[in-house]
């Protein structure tokens, strides 16, 4: 019986295993089930692939996303692994096909919806061959109180009572403990032993951002650090969907768009073009994304504040998935603030409700305003006690300084107070850098004692003072919309001088240009050529196979094979991504492109 290493090794053509692969491989192929809770891009699909070849029968994979299935199923052919898809995608006639060859034996993985699993009919099928697992990806989706509940994920536990010597893996990237605990109850896997891997991912750079013009500022992004690189765009609104990637298409980014508010079809289309294409830049509500697996996603980008941190993070967690490095950028600001509270006291949800979406809240404001790691920050929030600073954050890069602006915040309250706890930042900060604007005179906000109090100040630094202050609780908005600013109870304590208030500075952010990430920026002109020749070539294969660029080779492949040169076919053959099927088929192009350049 070949070993799980020669699998890894001969047909995925990876080296060695990552973090927890092996134990979780091991205590499956011999018969053990498991959860299995590793971040996005952690390598969770090789946790039951192998154990699918190591054990006698067909795994049977439980997904919930069309689209996921068959690219997974089109990445396993490429390395010549026999598996198939069953679902609504296919022809009642090509669903009997797929049953037949199941019956006869002649697949290793079946990925099937789970509606359909759980018909009589598929039960009983798969009740007449062997089966070598079951494998429940995006396992969170059995959370009632998740937004990604399907359903069907709860009947899920009908597989145990049909099937008890049939090992079962449940796997999802979502790490909270409150899910992990309807995981185990919902599906009934008390007595399964529970791998959890660090949410870490070290390759994401964090950055996060004042915002000014956020479009330009996202052009700007884009334009330095990411030509040609595919990336997500997440908006709030449909509108602000709508608007950004047409206003992108026109600078000349190819952008696409995806909302619940467009047709099922052109939101197909869409996402079809984003994952098989390159170079797509996709802008979206957050209804995009669960499940997608493209690993070479180079940046997530928040264009507004996202509700919380597992929000963020699972969203930020689309770039990167294949190890390369990876942005998440956001850019923030005192309309972010306002609007998320004002979203949440405008709800018609409980007061349960509010307070739980009020303290999410919260966590997420700390994170932009941190002056610490945002690394350290994210991985406390989940559980993970270490506070060693990154390296790889914005505030890592560029430490943030903080200054006493007590007296500062203590004009801006005072300010809000004396004009009657009516006007929002714009118009306040009028009143403190004593611009005589219409308003401020028809109001005669001129003759009040805070009038031109604060005209040291640019008018930027007073918007930041602001947007803190708001963060931190010392002034909040009303909920009539018109984003009017009133002090709050923790503000006394300031405005008597009880309490100091330190804040960030704004630094100039060093131009981030500066560092380009990727390993492509620091290739020479001969590697860069080779690998625009490789990617062209892999641009060309995936097209006439119909399928993704990445199911033919990684970038990190590409990568390697760039810094590499192999100049014998043996040293080809020890290149991350390339195992024996992928040799054979794509050793001679590569050889050749390798020797013309
Ligand atoms: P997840 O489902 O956990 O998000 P995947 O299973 O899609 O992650 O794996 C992420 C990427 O990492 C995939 O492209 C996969 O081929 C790659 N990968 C997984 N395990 C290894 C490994 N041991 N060595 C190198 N690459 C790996
Ligand atoms: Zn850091």
């Known amino acids: 019986m070949p070993s799980a290493l020669n699998i890894l090794k001969e047909i995925f053509g990876y080296p060695v295993f990552r973090g927890q692969q092996a134990e979780v491989i091991m205590h499956l192929a011999s018969g053990g089930d498991c959860l299995v809770l590793m971040p996005t891009g952690g390598g969770k699909s090789l946790c039951y692939q192998i154990p699918a070849l190591l054990r006698d029968g067909t795994a049977i994979v439980v997904s919930p996303l069309i689209a ?153 992004f884009i334009q330095a650090e990411h030509q040609g690189d595919a990336g997500i765009v997440y908006c709030l609104s449909r509108k602000k969907v709508d608007e950004t990637a047409t206003w992108l298409v026109n600078q000349g980014v190819r952008a696409v768009a995806y909302h619940a508010g467009m047709s099922m079809q052109q939101r197909s289309i869409n996402q079809e073009k984003f994952l098989r294409e390159e170079s797509i830049v996709m802008v979206a509500t957050i209804a995009f994304g669960m499940g997608i697996d493209k690993p070479d996603v180079r940046f997530v980008a928040h264009l507004d504040l996202p509700k919380s941190i597992e929000g963020y993070y699972q969203e930020t967690g689309r770039a990167g998935r294949d190890g390369q490095a990876a942005n998440a950028w956001m850019v923030y600001g005192l309309g972010d603030v306002i609007q998320q509270r004002r979203m949440i006291e405008e709800s018609e949800a409980q007061l349960k409700f509010k307070q739980v979406a009020t303290r999410k809240l919260e966590a997420m404001l700390s994170l932009c305003e941190t002056t610490t790691c945002r690394r350290s920050r994210l991985l406390s929030y989940f559980g993970e006690a270490d506070t060693t600073p990154c390296g790889n954050c914005d505030t890592c890069i560029n430490p943030p300084q903080v200054w006493d602006a007590t007296i500062e915040v203590q004009k801006a309250l005072s300010c809000v107070y004396r004009t009657g706890q009516n006007f929002g930042a714009g118009h306040l900060i009028d009143v403190l850098r004593g611009n005589l604007t219409e308003r401020v005179q028809q109001w005669h906000h001129d003759r009040i004692s805070t009038f031109g109090i604060g005209k040291d100040l640019p008018e930027k630094a007073w918007r930041a003072v602001f947007r803190q202050i708001v963060a931190l609780g010392l002034l909040t908005t009303d909920s009539e919309g018109h984003g009017a600013l009133y002090l709050t109870e923790a503000s006394r304590a300031v405005l008597k001088g009880q309490q100091t208030v330190h804040l960030r500075l704004q630094t100039k952010l060093r131009k981030s240009s500066e560092k380009r990430l990727d390993d492509v920026a620091l290739l020479d002109s001969a590697e860069r050529y080779l690998w625009e020749q490789l990617r062209m070539w892999r641009a060309k294969t995936a097209k006439e196979h119909g399928v993704p660029a990445y199911v033919i080779f990684h970038d990190t492949t590409l990568h390697e094979l760039v810094r590499l040169c192999p100049k014998t076919e043996d040293e080809l053959r020890q290149v991350t991504g390339i195992g024996v099927r992928k040799f054979d088929k794509y050793g001679d192009h590569l050889m050749e492109i390798l020797r013309s350049s």
């Open 68 to 220: 996921l299935m068959q690219n997974q199923v089109a990445a396993l052919h490429e390395i010549g692994v026999r598996a198939a898809v069953l679902n609504s995608s296919l022809s009642q006639q090509e669903a009997v096909v797929v049953e037949q060859k199941l019956q006869c034996g002649e697949y290793d993985l079946l990925y099937v919806a789970p509606e359909r699993l759980l018909t009589a009919r598929f039960l009983n099928l798969i009740a007449r061959i062997p089966v070598a697992l079951f494998a429940i990806d995006e396992a969170h989706c059995v959370s009632q109180w998740g937004h990604d509940f399907r359903p069907e994920y709860i009947q899920l536990s009908v597989l145990h009572e049909r099937f008890p010597k049939v090992p079962r893996i449940a796997l999802t990237a979502t790490a909270d403990m409150d899910t992990r605990k309807e995981i185990i109850e919902r599906l009934g896997l008390n007595t399964a032993r529970v791998f959890v891997s660090s949410f870490d991912r070290p390759n994401i750079r964090y950055q996060i951002i004042d915002k000014t013009n956020s479009r330009t500022q996202l052009l700007s």
